[in-house]
């Protein structure tokens, strides 16, 4: 099947709508769609929330009669099984539409290319992965989620240029600018958690909400804390209860805190350890096991040490501020095991620089294949 020209400008801009769902459509996918009728678009819709419609539908009811002949695009295969909402090659079909063209096929593999193959059986021209790579890297964590069972894993730090998080006695704030604090707040609305160690969380009493302008929905905040250190009075315990915070503790740590904390609206997690550190591959799988699709990794260097010696990292954001500690003391980015060549550090691939203010944000992923 010839490709027609057009194809990447009207996908691109089903990826443009797509976008518009951040945050708001987890644990399913981001999905956008436009009706294409004589090259001009008559209609566009994306998933805008769980339970809502979807993408196709509410681009083909902007179209309406236009749609009859026309053309579809969708950056995802649309569904073909009953969920909270009908399936969407239904809508299709009896839209008239003469040709789908779809960005990335479904990953779920029990459903993976039924709805492609349903419409094709009722006559309708189906085009497969225009665009795959951009549709996939917009849909890293809802693929990885439905082909592992697992989130997708961001770490972020702040640092000085010469690599330190904070200044020998603990004190971060603020190492970044407000427009790089802006951003770290758009990356925990678009997570469906966000993750720190008990010394950030007893240094910085943080609050680990995303507060910006716009109506967002708040991320599950998970601590690290192995004996339960977490103080009731904390911010994340006395705001509990109106956004939820997940303790991740050892079997040994005290049954009496656990109470108090639970009294407070916390939810403690006992999970096995391994020489006191909690075991994050069994903490990722319960985040998984409860529809968390995304965690972003907001620190301290152990932690982010822990993620990366495990290989249980997928991408990354690093801060780095125009200044320099010069301090052989103060806390590193990261803190993990010495390695003793260059051949042992990490690969990284899709390396992107941009200046936030006068801070520099790099950006990439710690795998090469894209989910």
């Not at 194809?7 to 009706?35: C, Y």
């Not at 020489?275 to 985040?287: F, Q, V």
Request: proline share 6%; net charge positive.
């Amino acid at each position: 099947m010839s490709r027609e020209p057009n194809n990447d400008i009207f996908m691109r801009e089903a990826i443009r709508l797509a976008g518009k769902g951040r945050g708001w459509t987890s644990p399913n996918p981001m999905v956008g769609a436009v009706v294409v009728q004589q090259g001009v678009i008559v209609g566009r819709g994306y998933h805008e929330r769980v339970g809502g419609l979807h993408a196709e539908a509410n681009a083909l009811r902007e179209a309406g009669a236009g749609a009859a002949g026309g053309v579809l695009y969708v950056t995802l295969e649309p569904c073909h099984h009953h969920g909270r909402t009908p399936p969407c090659t239904q809508a299709v079909v009896t839209s008239g539409v003469s040709r789908v063209v779809i960005g990335m096929a479904d990953p779920n593999p029990h459903v993976q290319g039924g709805g492609a193959d349903y419409l094709r059986s009722r006559g309708i021209i189906v085009e497969m992965g225009i665009l795959e790579r951009d549709c996939r890297l917009l849909n890293q964590a809802f693929i990885k989620h439905s082909t592992t069972g697992l989130p997708l894993v961001t770490l972020k730090a702040a640092s000085t240029l010469d690599g330190r998080i904070a200044a020998r006695s603990g004190d971060s704030r603020w190492i970044s600018n407000e427009r790089s604090r802006r951003f770290v707040h758009r990356l925990r609305a678009g997570s469906d958690a966000v993750l720190i160690g008990i010394q950030t969380a007893l240094a910085d009493d943080p609050q680990l909400t995303a507060r910006l302008r716009r109506p967002c929905r708040q991320p599950v905040r998970i601590v690290l804390d192995s004996m339960l250190r977490l103080s009731p009075t904390s911010q994340l315990a006395l705001t509990a209860r109106k956004v939820p915070v997940w303790v991740a503790c050892s079997q040994a740590a005290p049954r009496q805190k656990e109470k108090i904390l639970g009294e407070a609206g916390v939810e403690v997690l006992r999970l096995p350890t391994d020489e006191g550190r909690i075991d994050l591959s069994l903490l990722l799988k319960e985040c998984g096991r409860r529809h968390l699709t995304s965690l972003l990794v907001e620190g301290g260097g152990g932690v982010l040490g822990d993620f990366l010696e495990e290989r249980l990292a997928d991408a990354f954001y690093l801060f780095y501020a125009p200044k320099i500690l010069g301090d052989p003391d103060a806390v590193p980015m990261v803190r993990g095991r010495p390695r003793n060549s260059i051949a042992e550090a990490l690969p990284v691939y899709d390396l992107k620089a941009r200046s936030v203010g006068n801070d520099i944000m790099i950006s990439g992923r710690l795998r090469e294949a894209v989910y």
